[in-house]
């Protein structure tokens, strides 16, 4: 049976998370625990792997293989706009 799991990302840096995912679903502000969080399916068959979740500011270049885009989060109303985005290692 699959199940959802939360790992804690970084703000504006690459961040590495590890498990049996099969997809990453999202990206979000966690307002009551004041972090910035990615839900990812987890999948008991699937093999540990590694994820590289990576965020790029509106108006920065991106790399031609970033993954697949995850979300947006606007932090400070605004002045700082984060895009994330996945991809398997």
Same mark, same amino acid.
């Given at each position: =049976?699959?199940?959802?799991?939360? !790992?804690?990302?970084?703000?504006? $840096?690459?961040?590495?998370?590890?498990?049996?995912?099969?997809?990453?679903l999202t990206v979000?502000? #966690?307002?009551?625990?004041? #972090?910035?969080?990615? @839900?990812?399916? /987890? $999948?008991?068959? +699937? +093999? +540990?792997?590694? @994820?590289? /979740?990576?965020? !790029?500011?509106?108006?920065?270049?991106?790399?031609?293989d970033v993954g $697949? !885009?995850?979300g947006t989060i606007?932090? !400070?109303?605004?002045?700082?706009? *984060?895009?994330?985005? *996945? =991809?398997?290692?």
């Amino acid at each position: =049976m699959k199940t959802i799991y939360k !790992y804690k990302v970084n703000l504006l $840096d690459d961040t590495t998370i590890r498990g049996r995912i099969s997809k990453v679903l999202t990206v979000q502000y #966690q307002q009551n625990t004041e #972090q910035i969080v990615v @839900w990812a399916e /987890i $999948d008991p068959y +699937e +093999e +540990e792997a590694d @994820w590289l /979740i990576s965020s !790029y500011g509106t108006g920065h270049a991106i790399p031609e293989d970033v993954g $697949d !885009y995850i979300g947006t989060i606007q932090f !400070y109303t605004g002045e700082l706009v *984060a895009h994330y985005f *996945a =991809m398997k290692l």
